[in-house]
């Protein structure tokens, strides 16, 4: 892949993370580490394991979680709001 910057051009080397799709035709910008895997791969096993709660504990954290919504709904028209995005 080569870019266009003015009158110069910078030649990009094709590559595909081992684990998604993401290439760099999608992604110009993506960076890859030593063992093929895309940074939004290394983002997102990041955010697993910084941010989700497994087993028990998050069973309980999501209980907790659907308690509070009800009981902020109570009395009200509506539970909770689901966005929904269609593009025509
Ligand atoms: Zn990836």
Redesign the pocket.
């Known amino acids: 892949m080569t870019f266009n910057l003015g009158q110069s051009s910078v030649q990009i080397r094709y590559q595909r993370?081992n684990?998604?799709i993401?290439d760099t035709n999608a992604d110009p910008k993506i960076v890859f580490d030593e063992s093929g895997?895309?940074h939004?791969?290394v983002r997102y096993d990041n955010l697993i394991n910084t941010r989700v709660i497994n087993g028990l504990a998050g069973k309980q954290q999501l209980e907790n979680l659907i308690k509070k919504i009800k009981q902020a709904g109570r009395r009200r028209d509506y539970d909770c709001i689901i966005g929904i995005f269609r593009r025509c």
Do not use: A
Request: aromatic share 0%; net charge positive.
């Open positions: 993370c684990r998604c993401m895997l895309c939004h791969c």
